[in-house]
């Protein structure tokens, strides 16, 4: 009907972008049902609702989340007296637990007595000492914590290191690695193959799907140094960026108004200029490389 083409047209642009269940409305004129059908989406997953953090342990992560952009070494210890210092008396696992669902990690130099990990899946650091001077050289993607009025979600984002150009972003629910690998898919699809893509050691990164994707598509792969501040350090500057002047402004009360917020956000930010590339526009940068 001429109703389901106008839904599905509204938002098949940014399914890729957006878990595919926050597109259902439920004040739309389609059934829910309907729509599930026209997105291709199982109802009975829609349906499903997983328990939700208490109010108090969302605030708690909103605390840590801006705290670890003041302090990036902050640790569970750091962040249990800081927390104590506001009022909040916490133990340390719950601290613990708050970070890793809020994907904060502390950055502090390790003792290299052990191996940290072994994991076929970790690749070396490759742009110590390179010289970046085109587009699509080097691409960094990271995923971050999203605050919203209520609830949360997570921000993976691909910058182009050459331009400070975003070339791909996408929101999802969870910290799995299917989102952040069609972020990926998609920044390849819409602007190319980069040279080199680099990450941190996250559990998105170090899996066997996203590597051999990008070794099919010969992409160099470069992993930052566990605990090193400045390995990537450009996509971490973006998140400091959009978070102070957009996300902590504008708590989102849905998965469709964070979208929208986001996409006009990063809109305006490709056309401001940049202290880090001589007051150029990352837009410009990116769209007139050769």
Not at 182 to 200: E, F, M, Q, T, Y
């Amino acid at each position: 009907t001429d109703g389901e083409r106008l839904f599905k047209k509204k938002f098949i642009q940014i399914r890729s972008m957006i878990d595919s269940k926050l597109l259902i409305d439920r004040k739309h004129a389609l059934s829910i049902r309907k729509q599930c059908e026209v997105l291709e989406i199982n109802r009975s997953g829609f349906y499903y609702e997983p328990k939700g953090e208490p109010q108090v342990n969302l605030e708690i992560m909103e605390i840590m989340d801006k705290h670890i952009l003041e302090e990036p070494t902050a640790g569970v210890l750091t962040m249990q007296s800081m927390l104590e210092d506001r009022g909040i008396h916490i133990g340390y696992e719950r601290v613990r637990r708050l970070m890793r669902l809020a994907s904060i990690k502390p950055i502090y130099p390790r003792r290299h007595l052990t191996q940290w990990k072994k994991n076929e899946y970790i690749y070396p650091y490759l742009l110590r000492n390179l010289a970046i001077t085109e587009k699509n050289q080097v691409w960094e993607i990271d995923i971050t914590y999203i605050p919203m009025a209520k609830g949360f979600m997570y921000l993976t984002a691909i910058i182009d290191v050459y331009s400070r150009y975003i070339v791909g972003w996408g929101l999802s629910n969870s910290l799995d690695a299917d989102s952040s690998l069609r972020v990926v898919k998609d920044a390849i699809r819409d602007h190319g193959k980069p040279s080199i893509l680099n990450s941190d050691q996250g559990s998105q990164f170090t899996c066997r799907e996203y590597v051999e994707y990008l070794k099919d598509q010969h992409i160099q792969i470069s992993m930052d140094g566990k605990g090193r501040a400045l390995d990537n350090i450009y996509i971490e500057r973006f998140w400091r960026t959009i978070k102070y002047q957009h996300i902590y402004l504008n708590p989102a009360e849905s998965g469709i108004d964070l979208f929208i917020g986001i996409k006009k956000w990063i809109e305006k930010y490709h056309y401001k200029a940049h202290q880090g590339i001589d007051r150029k526009k990352p837009a410009s940068m990116y769209k007139t490389a050769a």
